[in-house]
Structure formats: C-alpha cells, structure tokens
C-alpha cells in the first residue's frame, strides 16, 4: 500500500484507558479457573467465525495473551482445523506493526484446538468511534483507518484474507 501523499502526522490519537475490566482476579477464583492448556482463562474478548478470543494467562511465560480458541463444531472437522493452522502459519511468518503477532498454535489434553497471539490492551475500533465523551476529529479517525488498511495490505501481500474484519 502506498503511504498517503496526505500529512496526516498532525493529528495525534490520545490515548484510551481501556474500558473496566471484567477480568477475573486468579486468587477469586482459586481452584474454578478455567485452563486451556497452560493457558489461564481471564476473561472473554469477542467472537468471531472460526473461534471465540479470550484475554489469557501464559503460565510458562509469565505474560498476558490473545488467545483464540475454535469452536466446538470445527474441532471435529479436519477441515476447519487445517484451516486454522494454516491461518495461524501464515500470520506467524508475517511481521508488521499493525498486525498482531502469532506465538503459537496448538490443542489441549481435550483436544481443544487453539492460537496464541499477542494481546493488546486498550479498546475495540468501535468503542473508541462512540465515545461521546471524546469526540474524534476527522484526522484521527483516517489516521486509525490508514493503520488498519496498511495491516491488511501486509496481509494480503502474504496471500492471507481476513475473513471477519469488523471494529470489534
């Protein structure tokens, strides 16, 4: 992608606190934590096509995760498994500031089937466009639009396709 022959580099995005968290403090829970192999369930992020996204709790490498597990209908179709692997090699050989990084793929001792990526805080996309509280001047928001689009030019250069882009 080319960059904008306009500056848009006038324009700063403040930054967001991200909104209070539903997150589950591990010592409430004690021994109800859910795991997902060495991974520690936090809280739920969003859904989408193939899987659902949770905030998670990497044991082995004491840092907070992304972490996307399939659905439990594609768990049984080799199909949709292969897919998964294949999204998960091609994300993995593709680095790029607006992309997040993919640290691992995998299943548990149930067979759950799983990605492991770089967590982000902060925000979705559309929380931050209907905040009222902090209306976006029209720079910001095609600045935010310009990022996004140069994450999945990098994408498609690397013949991946994001089936499910949304604001979310």
Excluded at 23 to 39: K, M, P
Excluded at 134 to 153: D, Q
Aim: hydrophobic share 45%; proline share 4%.
């Amino acid at each position: 992608m080319e960059p904008l022959h306009e500056d848009v580099s006038d324009t700063t995005i403040s930054s967001v606190s991200p909104r209070p968290s539903r997150e589950i403090a591990a010592d409430a829970l004690g021994s109800l934590q859910l795991h997902i192999g060495r991974f520690v369930i936090l809280r739920e992020l969003g859904r989408g096509a193939m899987g659902t996204i949770y905030a998670a709790f990497d044991d082995k490498l004491n840092r907070k995760v992304a972490l996307k597990v399939m659905h439990a209908m594609g768990q049984r179709s080799a199909d949709v498994q292969a897919r998964m692997l294949r999204e998960a090699q091609g994300l993995a050989r593709l680095s790029h500031p607006n992309v997040v990084q993919v640290y691992e793929a995998g299943a548990d001792d149930d067979g759950r089937v799983f990605l492991v990526m770089e967590f982000i805080e902060g925000e979705t996309l559309r929380a931050w466009q209907r905040d009222v509280e902090k209306p976006r001047p029209w720079r910001a928001l095609l600045t935010c639009a310009v990022e996004a689009g140069r994450g999945l030019a990098a994408a498609h250069r690397a013949g991946l396709v994001h089936r499910d882009f949304k604001p979310e």
